[in-house]
């Protein structure tokens, strides 16, 4: 569920034009659209590949994340993607 969640965020993220990107984003609930936005910002570097790993992770504890651990994880995410992009220069 949660792979399928961040491909509907980046289909959503894809499309160009705000009133469209806002008439699709209201087709889904409030919470689960919050949901999938904030998955879809955690793995949007590591990619869909990492949220296979992640057996036990649920979209519930994805929504649940106060603002602080949110912004802590999106940052390490960022962190993580960096430095892999480093080792691959070298």
């Not at 949007?44 to 602080?68: C, N, S, W, Y």
Request: aromatic content about 14%; charged content about 25%.
């Amino acid at each position: 569920m949660t792979t399928n969640a961040f491909y509907l965020e980046k289909l959503i993220e894809i499309i160009e034009d705000p009133a469209t990107r806002t008439i699709y984003s209201k087709k889904i609930s409030g919470y689960y659209y919050h949901t999938i936005v904030r998955l879809y910002y955690l793995f949007e570097f590591l990619g869909p590949d990492q949220i296979a790993r992640i057996h036990h992770t649920t979209l519930k504890m994805v929504e649940r994340l106060t603002v602080i651990e949110y912004n802590a994880l999106v940052e390490k995410a960022t962190d993580i993607f960096a430095g892999t992009q480093n080792l691959e220069g070298e």
